[in-house]
């Protein structure tokens, strides 16, 4: 079945640092792929999501690329900032839709 | 337009007691998941319901776990004689649809203690 393989964190930036968080996948076919945020002591939000091969998600700065030559969806933004300090998923469907499978969570935190 | 909405937000029980985790999903959702996330973890689906089915049980443990997603009214995760394993935060989700390339939105989750 799909699943997915995420950076281990927890991973501590300075602010405006560039950040990568890897996400890499193995699925049947091409389902849609999603980056959640979970800030401290508060649920999931959805922060972007590629629904195709060579989609670009993007919002609030930060982008990831659907590749399926890699089988990655790696999260990147290109200047972090203190309110980015959160635990970061990466997540798809199970094959044909329904429950979520999720990454670890890859924690990051960001310095003034 | 409401969001997902859980409650109680944080619940403390002590072992061997039952409880009782409600979630109303978005407004225009028919389809309701259940996640857990345990201390240090990621997120481990549980279950998933559409009104008066459960879909997807495959998460859930076989004993004291037990939900439904009524014809009126919210989702209920029950967990009976809880023990203090079943501590973690508790989360619902919605979805419009079950297609694969449907959102799932999350409630702010429900954060059980065990005594």
């Known amino acids: 079945g799909n699943s997915v393989t995420q950076m281990e964190g927890p991973v501590t930036l300075s602010e405006e640092a560039f950040l990568t968080i890897n996400c890499t996948y193995t699925a049947t076919g091409y389902p849609s792929l999603f980056w959640y945020v979970q800030y401290p002591g508060e649920g999931l939000q959805l922060l972007l999501k590629?629904?195709?091969?060579?989609d670009k998600g993007s919002n609030k700065g930060f982008e990831a690329t659907y590749r399926k030559e890699t089988t990655s969806f790696h999260l990147e933004k290109g200047s972090v900032q203190v309110s980015d300090s959160a635990v970061y998923f990466c997540?798809?469907?199970?094959?044909?839709?329904?429950?979520?499978?999720f990454g670890q969570g890859t924690e990051l935190s960001v310095k003034p | 337009n409401a969001g997902v909405m859980q409650n109680p937000r944080h619940l403390v029980r002590r072992r061997g007691q039952e409880a009782r985790l409600r979630c109303s999903p978005m407004?225009?959702?028919?389809?309701v998941y259940w996640y857990r996330q345990l201390p240090e973890e990621g997120l481990k689906f549980m279950v998933y319901l559409q009104k008066e089915n459960i879909i997807d049980e495959s998460g859930m443990p076989k004993e004291r776990f037990s939900a439904e997603f009524p014809k009126e009214g919210p989702s209920i995760l029950r967990i009976q004689q809880v023990v203090r394993g079943d501590s973690a935060a508790y989360f619902c989700?919605?979805?419009?649809?079950?297609?694969?390339?449907?959102?799932?939105?999350f409630g702010p989750g429900t954060r059980l203690t065990v005594l």
């Open positions: 989700a919605s979805s419009p649809s079950s297609e694969s390339t449907d959102t799932q939105y």
């Open positions: 407004k225009g959702h028919s389809h």
């Open positions: 997540a798809l469907p199970r094959n044909q839709g329904g429950k979520l499978i």
């Open positions: 590629a629904t195709k091969a060579d």
